[in-house]
């Protein structure tokens, strides 16, 4: 049967992939979370500019 050592190995093991799983996860979002926000932040200011330049030409 087996021993000891082998379910050690074993829980260490999916414990790894685990937190390799959720890490995964939670990178992605914050990756999409962070890219979403400065294409906002890029379009507000673009709007931003062309408005000033639209006040300057009336």
Do not use: C, D, H, N
Not at 20 to 28: D, E, K, N, S, T
């Amino acid at each position: 049967m087996f021993e000891f050592q082998q379910y050690l190995g074993f829980i260490v093991a999916m414990g790894v992939l685990t937190l390799g799983f959720w890490l995964m996860i939670f990178l992605i979002g914050f990756v999409q979370y962070w890219a979403g926000g400065a294409v906002i932040e890029l379009i507000k200011e673009k709007r931003a500019k062309k408005r000033e330049e639209q006040e300057q030409i009336k």
